[in-house]
Structures are given as C-alpha cells and as structure tokens.
C-alpha cells in the first residue's frame, strides 16, 4: 500500500540527472510515475532513490525535424491528445493514446516513462514498432539511438542501461499514400488490454501494398511484429481476403495470454478480426491527404 | 436541517478514515500467502499467542448454530484456510510505518493443497482437521413427493460466480479505550452488528462498549459481518490503552472481505403441456469459503426457500447444502441468495418456454397465481397474476418482444422484515431527531424519515434530523441490509410517531405540533417483525453483442411493487444503482482464483466493476400496492440485482440462440455462439 | 530523508519538510487535514482521490508529494468560494449525483476540470472521459445528470 523508504533527488537539467544516476548506483528514474507509483506502493520494486526527471525543459519539446518527429521522453498522453504537430504528422500516436487509460491517467503518464516501463500490457510499444521508431538515449558519454525493434528485451526490461535516460523518441511524418493504425481491445467494463493490434500500411503507384508492419500487443509477452504477414501482405493489393490472411498469419504468432484474461483461442479469434480493423483503418488513412 | 450529501459535496464528511483523534496507533495485517498451510510458529506483532477467539453468527445472514470447530479464529491457529487470512498485526504511529512493520513479522507455513471446487470439497478430505467433512450443513427443505406423472420434465444445472461487494470505501475501523470504555467509530451497516459481535468475541460488560457509525462509503452487505480485523482493533486497543484504527487497502478488501454468490443449482421442472409447473426439485449449494458462521452457513437455505418465487408451484424440495472450501468466507452482497434464487427458476422457466416453443411470459404467467399462495418451501406471497400481468403492460413486453430480442425476469422480493427494528423520536429544542437500529449508507433513509413523520406528526422536514447509528442511543437494533430499512425501520418509526403522539396528547391534553416542539419528548420501540413482508418485481433487458462477443445492455425495462413510494427520487436511484450491479453480475464480475487458491481478480479492473460507458437507458414503472404495515411499505433496495441479470442473460440468449447456465457471461461464450444455434429445439420465431 | 516542497493549495501557500515516499493524497489528507480527497483503492483505477494540479485532474495517490513542488493545487474543499456551492456541488445534490458521497469529491473534481476547458460535452464524451472515477452507488446516471446540469448552470454565468 505505501512505498518503502526511498532517496529523493530533483535535478533541474538532464546533464544533472545523468550525474546523479552515473554517481548513484541503485537510484532510478521518476517520470510521470503512473506505472512507477503502483509499484512502489506494492513493494513490487524497492530501490535505494529516485531521481525526479518530472522538471527537465529538454524532455518536454515537440519538434519537427525534416521528415521526423521528435517528441521529448516526458511528453504525456494528454499532450499527444492535443498537439496540432502530432494530429496532423502523425495522427496514430493520438489515435493511441486516446485508448490508454483514462483521462487523469494520460494527464501525467509519459510516453517515455511507459515505454521504459516496457509492461507488455502498454500499447505503445506496439505503435512505436510499426513507426519503425528510433529511441535516443542520453548517457555521461553522449546519445545513442536504438530502433524500436531493439529497445524493448523483455517484459519489463528495456536496453536502457541503468545510467541512461530515453531522451527523445523520433517518429516518421506520416506522408500521402501512407497510413498507420492501432485498435485496442479490452473487454466491456475498464480494464486491460487483452491485445491490440497497430498498423502500418503504403500503397505504391501500382496500387499494390509497397510496404507494411503489423505489431501485436501481446500480455503477458512484449510485443511482436508479424514478419511473415508483413511479407505475405506486401506486393498485394488490399482486398477483403488479404487483410483476413495476413491477420491470421499474424495472429497465428500469438505465444500465449493470461488465462485468467481469457483464452488463448478466443484471443486468437478477437486478433484475428482487430489486426483486419487495423490494416483497414490504416489503408483508409494511407488514401488521405498529407495532414 | 442540513443533509449530510451537502457536506459530502463539499468534501466534510466525517469517513472513519477522516477521524482523527490523538494518540493514534495505526494497524497493519500480516496475512497469509497461501490457500491452505499449517501454521509452524509464528513471531511478531499480536498474535495466535496473544488471542484465542472465534468469531461466528453476526450481520445479516450470519449463522450461531454452527460448529465451532468451523469458525473463523481471529488470529489463524494452527492452519490457514484462505489467501490473506490474517495471522498477526502490527502497529505504530503513522500508517507508513505500521506497513514497514510487517517485515518484523516471521511466520512459519507448511503449504498445503488447497480444495477449490464445490465437488472437491464434497469428495475430498475436511479442510479443518477434526470435521467429518466439508458440509457445514445440509437440509431437506419442503416435502417429499413422488415424481408426478407430467409430461414435460426438464433437468439442467446453473452457477452464479461470487462477486467481490466493492463500496468505494474499502473497511474501517477506529477502536479507542479509554481505560474503562471502548468507543468504536466504524464504517458499518449495523452498530448493533458490531457490539454485539465484540462483546461476544471479547466478553466485554455491554455497557461499557459504544459503537458509533462514521458516514459509510456504501456497503452492499459487506459491512455487517464481524471481521477478525475489527476484533483485533479493539483488543489491542484495550490492550495498548491507545486509539487503534485499521484502514483497508483495496487489495486487502478484494482480496479478504467476504464476497457474495458463488451458488451452484441443479434443477429439475415438471410441467403439463400448458406450461404449468407441477412440481420442482433442486440441489442448491453454496461455497461458503473457509469458515462458518458468516451467511455462506445460511446462505442455501435461504435460497432454497424462495425457490418457487411468485409461482403457485404445489410440490417442491430442495437439498440445501453450504459447503467449505479453502477460499474467503462467503457473505452478502446485495441481495444476498434472492438473485440466485430467481436465477435458478427463471432459467428453468425459459427453458420450459423454449421446449414447449411458448412465449416467455405466457409460460410465466400460467404459473403465477390469482390467490395468496404459500409454497412448500415455505415462501409466502399474495396473488401474482395481477401485478405480473400489469407489469407486462406497462413494460409492452408483448409489443416489444415481437421486433427486439428482449429478455424477461419475474422475482419476488423477499424483505428482512425479520426480526424487526428500533426507531427513536427524540424532539427537543425546536428540533426533532431521529435514530435507527440500522445505518444508511447512501440510501437517504431521511428522506422517508421527513415523509413518515410529516404524516403522523406534521412536522415540516427541515426540523427533521436522522443521527449516524449509534449503540448508546438505542436500546437494541439490528441493521440495514436486505431491502428492509422502509420496511422495517419505516414501520417502527411509524409506531415510534404513533407512540410519541400519544405522549403529547396524555401530557398536555392534544397533539400539535407547537405541544409537540413546547417540551421535551422522546418515544423509543423495537417494533417486532416476524411475518414475511414481501413482494414483486419484473424486468426486461435488451442487448447489443459486437463480433468480438461484447456484450452491451442497451435497455433495462423495469416494474417494481414497492408498496408505498415514500421517496420518488431515492426509488429511481436505488434501482439504477442496483440495475448497473445487475449488470455487472451478468457480463463483468467475478472473483476468480488460481490453481493454487490465489486471487487472480486483483483489483478493480480485474474485479470487473461497471464503468460509466456501462450505464443503459432506462425504463421504469413504480407499482403501489401498500403492505399490511403501518406505513403501506415494501421492499426495494435488491430487487435490481435480483432481476436485471435474469433478463440480461435471456437477451443474450435471444440475440445469439446459444444456452446461458453461468454468470457472469463472458466475451468468449458469446463470441464462440454466436450464430450457432444449440436450444435442444429450434424456437417457432427468432 | 526529509525534501522540502513548496506548492499551493486551494489558493493558500504550503512549505513543508516531507518524506519521499509519501503519497500526495495522504500528506493532503494528513499534513494538512483536507480528508475531502479520498482513498479508495491502491492500483490507480478509482479515482475517488482526483484534485487538481496546474489545472489538469490528476490522482493524488499516484504522485508522490515531493513531485508537487512549485505546483498549484486545487481539492474538493477549494472550489467553494466564500462558502457559496460551486455549481457542480449544487447540480450533484439537485441530479442525485451521490448516494455514499465517497466517489463525489474525485468526479466534482474530474468533472471541473472538464468544464473548466469546455461547457458543451456530450454524454456519451462524458461517459468516456468519466472512465477513471468509478461509483458502485449510483450506476453513474446521476453523476452524467449532474455535470451536464452544471454545464447549464455555468453557460448561463
């Protein structure tokens, strides 16, 4: 119910914060908290301190970069709800976030801090796949990126070394003729994501698929992107039957779920059905005018 | 007179949790984490070594008569029966440390293989060593007959999951003995509940016991038991001679606190061709969980009673049996054994419509009754025929039915009138305060307090105040649960008025209202109950099911005799309130627990409690036909839950032609069905 | 450990010396005896503990109070002025938006922050942004009754 004793330390530049962790082993980083929090509370984590982040201008920008977007690690899921850059260069991060918790939630969780997190029940891992994004992290010794595919290990284990801090995630703008996608499913009431299934799909001048990613969010495993379906898809024009096999190709590749959650067959069927939802919507988007 | 929602929008209330006294020693509850062990030693905090008790027989539905050999001890012995029993506490001045605390808490277990079945526990080894077996107590209800000679004789067997209670105030308690009295602020249902619990478990002098009640932050049946946490407050309390308060954690109270349902009913219909029932027989069964004593004891045989519900059924028996297992002890929530009652039935009466390929309300209301009718399972009713005919009309069932695939539930609603209540009139000082045996919790009692006394007394209702419980203020009381505060309370405060007017009249010559309010006057009963107070209800259901097998209600249709309607919008409050945990009962709840008996639903998401997208349109239709009681009441508060899931699960079978046994009804069911038919017979229209 | 946090609550500085452990919600509830703000569970699904800070509804019991500094906070007990009701308190009480009342003082909360940035949701906007303050009394139609009645009472302003 209440977090054990703990450090504290409130640095007010990343190159302090980098310090702090270089000089402190067993402090770690405190974002916005919202995953962090619940488990200090439940003792699931006890770590010697934190080193609260939650202050550092550099981490809180949104800024267009020729072709890429470079959104700060402490941007929130309100912020991703609201940004004119983000709504119209790259609308499936907003198209994310609105299905991730709830609104007091979003208010504070970061999209840095929850990927960090790399709790294979989060969404974002999925659509940070399908953007095909690179992860730039900050350490004593300067940046480093890692793309998407690399970042995230295992559940809950991420390639960010203890005295690194994911400094800025880059997306690609989302150009004409091309489009991305995420439906979550969750059963009826609140609760978690059973799984989810992100997009991405463009269309060549020959009307045919010239290039797809399809990631699925799979509790109690990390996410996964379907390499079979991609490649099956590709070179195909979307038809009805298309999306239907390369959901099942895709869906086919889910290890396991929560049996407690629901089962491994129905999971299955509901995949099947949300990746064709997905690969629709971002075939629809890909048909849209540039933002 | 200020109502107590103003100081609750303005975030004044006076929650357990927002007492503050000095001196304070916070409690945390070192738990086992295991279903079933052997408990080898135990070290730290207050303990087996410190407090041999046993707790049994209080709160609604709580059973006495229960070997005490199945009781829950209030510190574990020398084993544990389920996850999270408590086996020490700790304390210190701040909750934060209190939680530290428990690191200093060493407990030795042997694990063993927990029973989690309701047919494990029936063939396999007695969880408590010395019983016989796992039964707690089983009962022939009703007489023996011998299988008429019908036609039509359907058998099948349903399950309704436990469901984990929820208020959005998890428990709590503040113990405080001063050296010579206990005073005890709780979040409760019943203040009578609790001192008459702690003074049995801990053999205190009555009179130097006083249980107040905090504004309660809901209840739904969860907080009339007597918990071992409660216990151990007060005893350390006494034993420190320092202010005790425990507060739950979510998890604890998920994880712990007596969650309701888990009955299993195995039916058998035999019926004319008509569709009149000649007779049934049921196996009802409940899992009690670890221990007896709590209303798991009583549970079946409650059920059992009510089986025949507002039909004219003239043979029925029921083999009751409450049964234990190594989970938490079973106890109420809203509406405590009515809902599994009618879910047993009306699903055996929509199977008798599917077989027979008659309209569900034609096979319903063949079967109601045109005179008073007492069943041989013991329930007594007045005629059914004219509400449920009348409930149908104003629900257009008929209408509707042919074009929707709506589902239909009829149910009697059984009030704990029994064994009655105490209400007080106190005027004095201009103002007029009342008290109950019982506690509100969000039901705005006040509200029929202002009508009931505007009535007999012409007292104008902002003179009217009704006081939080409070044992030092009655003589004896008994509780609020069971949809029986109109009822019962009503009823002994109608004859508390009655009372009081009759001391004004023989000290100042007349009753008025200025003679009244010249002088002090106080008029106290217990006005006893033992007769059955009861009556009926309808609901109809319509829903929507997406590819994936989501399910959403989009309607509740209902049509409730509620006697009197003594507060118009408390009634409406009440049956959404109650429509929104139907729905959760049918679609989204669960407590659910693992291979090794751990919980699995471990917080509210998981528990499956309805959001605000879950909320459906509404249609409702008050019936008033008084009760025999002073004041023309009738129950209301459970009849929602006892209702809406009947209609819902038949709106689900409708819409996807695939047969419902077991709530709650999840996604996969509805998903793998839909569109495959499998009714023993195809219906004459879909 | 002791950090020093400066931040305002309802209008009203606060300095105080607090462990960096502890959760928001209970230094409001405790430190500076605002018990309005509620607890009603411990994995962030509630709500019951929502207030306001720099003007976004947030749940203090997944902040730590430390986080707070320099922040401006805003509790149930702060939206009253004068002891006047706020409009939402009085549509809560008019549209039986309670019952128990422990819900009521995260959804007043979570529904000023939505009205401070809009007074035109719909119901069914409502109901989603709604998502993270449960109630087990009400069934919610009272709580969606009473926030679009205040969204009434405050166009009229």
């Known amino acids: 119910m209440f977090p054990a004793k703990l450090e504290y330390y409130r640095p007010e530049k990343l190159s302090g914060a980098l310090e702090l962790l270089d000089e402190n082993p067993g402090l770690i980083v405190l974002a916005g908290g919202q995953s962090l929090i619940p488990a200090l509370k439940h003792r699931r984590t006890t770590p010697r301190g934190l080193v609260d982040i939650g202050h550092i201008r550099e981490l809180q920008r949104i800024e267009r970069v020729g072709n890429k977007i470079r959104v700060g690690s402490l941007i929130t899921y309100a912020t991703l709800l609201n940004n004119e850059t983000i709504a119209s260069k790259q609308p499936v991060l907003r198209e994310a976030a609105s299905q991730i918790a709830d609104p007091q939630v979003r208010n504070v969780g970061t999209l840095g801090g929850s990927l960090c997190w790399s709790d294979p029940l989060y969404d974002m891992p999925a659509v940070m796949h399908v953007l095909n994004s690179s992860m730039i992290i900050a350490g004593k010794d300067g940046e480093r990126r890692v793309d998407a595919g690399s970042f995230f290990k295992h559940p809950f284990r991420t390639t960010l070394r203890p005295d690194e801090i994911l400094k800025e995630v880059e997306v690609p703008v989302k150009s004409s003729s091309e489009g991305y996608a995420y439906h979550k499913f969750r059963k009826g009431s609140g609760g978690y994501s059973i799984t989810g299934a992100a997009s991405y799909i463009s269309i060549g001048d020959d009307g045919a698929v010239s290039n797809c990613r399809i990631a699925v969010t799979a509790p109690p495993s990390n996410a996964y992107r379907s390499a079979k379906a991609e490649q099956w898809l590709i070179g195909k024009k979307v038809s009805a039957q298309a999306l239907e096999q390369a959901a099942e190709l895709a869906a086919g590749e889910l290890k396991s779920t929560d049996p407690y959650r629901a089962s491994w067959n129905y999971t299955n069927s509901v995949l099947t059905g949300l990746i064709v939802l997905s690969l629709k919507t971002a075939h629809q988007n890909a048909s849209e005018a540039e933002g | 007179m200020k109502l107590p929602i103003e100081d609750f929008v303005r975030g004044i209330g006076q929650y357990v949790d927002d007492i503050k006294v000095p001196g304070l020693l916070y409690m945390a509850v070192a738990r086992s984490p295991y279903a079933r062990a052997r408990v080898t030693s135990v070290e730290g905090g207050l303990n087996r070594s410190d407090l041999k008790a046993v707790i049994g027989g209080f709160g609604e539905g709580g059973r006495g008569d229960v070997d005490p050999m199945l009781l829950h001890p209030v510190f574990a012995q020398d084993y544990v029966n389920y996850e999270g029993q408590p086996v020490a506490a700790v304390f210190d001045n701040d909750r934060y440390s209190a939680y530290d605390r428990l690191a200093e808490v060493e407990v030795g277990y ?77 979040s409760t249902q019943s203040v009578f509940s609790i001192k008459n619990g702690l003074c049995s478990v801990l053999g205190l002098d009555r009179s130097k016991v006083r249980v107040l009640q905090a504004d309660t932050g809901g209840a739904f049946g969860l907080k009339s038991a007597l918990y071992p946490e409660y216990v151990i407050a007060a005893y350390a309390s006494m034993k420190y001679k320092k202010p005790v308060k425990w507060i739950e954690s979510r998890s604890e109270n998920l994880m712990v606190s007596q969650p309701g349902r888990g009955v299993v009913g195995e039916m058998k219909l035999f019926a004319e061709k008509s569709g009149r029932v000649t007779a049934v027989r049921g196996e009802v069964t409940t899992d009690a969980g670890a221990y007896g004593g709590t209303s798991g004891s009583s549970s079946p045989f409650f059920i059992a009673m009510q089986l025949t519900g507002p039909y004219g059924i003239e043979r029925a028996q029921v083999l009751a049996t409450s049964v234990m297992t190594n989970k938490p002890p079973q106890g109420a929530y809203r509406g405590a054994g009515r809902p599994e009652a009618a879910f047993f039935m009306e699903r055996m009466m929509d199977l008798l419509a599917d077989e027979l390929q008659k309209e569900d309300n034609e096979v319903r209301l063949i079967n109601t009754t045109t005179t008073p009718f007492k069943s041989p399972l013991g329930l007594e009713i007045e005629a059914s025929r004219p509400f449920f005919e009348k409930a149908l009309t104003e629900l257009k069932y008929s ?19 029994r064994p009655g209540e105490s209400a007080r009139i106190r005027s004095s000082g201009g103002a007029v305060e009342v008290w109950f045996g019982g506690s509100q919790h969000g039901q705005m009692h006040i509200l029929f307090v202002k009508r009931i006394l505007g009535e007999e007394l012409d007292i104008p209702g902002n003179l009217v105040k009704l006081n939080r419980g409070d044992s030092d203020e009655l003589k004896q009381g008994v509780g609020t649960w069971g949809s029986r505060s109109a009822v019962a309370a009503g009823a002994a405060l109608t ?49 929507r099911i997406n590819q994936f097998g989501v399910a959403r209600v989009v309607e509740i249709g209902a049509c409730y005799d509620i006697g009197r309607n003594l507060s118009p919008d408390v009634v409406m409050n009440q049956i959404i309130g109650g429509s929104v945990q139907g729905i959760g009962q049918a679609l989204y709840e669960s407590v659910v627990h693992d291979s090794e008996g751990k919980l699995a639903t471990r917080d509210l998401y998981d528990a499956g409690l309805p959001i605000a997208e879950n909320l459906p349109d509404f249609n409702v239709k008050i019936v008033e036909h008084p009760s025999k009681l002073p004041h023309g009441a009738k129950g209301l508060g459970e009849a929602p839950t006892i209702g809406v899931p009947i209609a819902v699960v038949r709106a689900l079978e409708k819409t996807t032609m695939h047969r419902i046994r077991n709530t709650p009804v999840l996604p996969e069911e509805l998903m793998d069905h839909k569109n495959k038919p499998n009714f023993t017979k195809p219906r004459a229209q879909s | 450990m002791l950090v020093r946090t400066r931040f305002k609550v309802n209008g009203g500085d606060v300095d105080l010396n607090i462990e960096p452990r502890r959760l928001l919600v209970d230094v409001l509830r405790e430190d500076l005896n605002l018990t309005g703000t509620h607890v009603g569970c411990d994995t962030t699904n509630c709500g019951a503990c929502t207030v306001i800070v720099d003007g976004k509804a947030i749940k203090s019991c997944t902040m730590l109070a430390v986080q707070a500094d320099g922040r401006d906070i805003l509790t149930i007990e702060g939206i009253s002025s004068k002891g006047e009701l706020h409009p939402i308190q009085r549509a809560f009480i008019e549209k039986g938006g309670l019952q128990c009342g422990f819900c009521t003082p995260g959804m007043i909360m979570t529904a000023y922050w939505l009205l401070s940035q809009r007074t035109d949701w719909s119901e069914g906007e409502l109901r989603r942004m709604l998502s993270g303050n449960l109630c087990r009394c009400t069934g919610y139609r009272g709580i969606l009754d009473a926030i679009l009645y205040a969204e009434e009472l405050m166009k009229k302003r």
């Open chain 2, 399 to 417: 209408e509707r039915s042919k074009t929707e695939k709506m589902g239909l539930g009829f149910f009697v609603l059984v009030s704990a009138a």
């Open chain 2, 110 to 186: 042997e694990e063993m293989k927990p029973i989690l079945t309701i047919s494990d526990a029936l063939s396999g080894e007695p969880i408590h060593v010395g019983s016989k077996s796992n039964v707690i107590k089983q009962q022939l209800i009703g007489g023996q007959f011998a299988d008429p000679d019908s036609p039509v004789v359907i058998e099948d067997s349903f399950s309704v999951g436990r469901i984990a209670n929820n208020p959005m105030e998890p428990r709590g308690i503040l113990a405080n003995y001063d050296g010579s009295k206990l005073t005890v602020h709780i």
């Open chain 2, 495 to 543: 004859e508390a008025a009655r009372m009081l007017r009759s001391k004004v009249e023989r000290s100042l010559g007349s009753y008025s209202l200025e003679n009244l309010l010249s002088e002090e006057f106080d008029a106290e009963v217990f006005r006893s109950e033992e007769e059955q107070i009861n009556s009926f209800g309808a609901n109809t259901a319509v829903v």
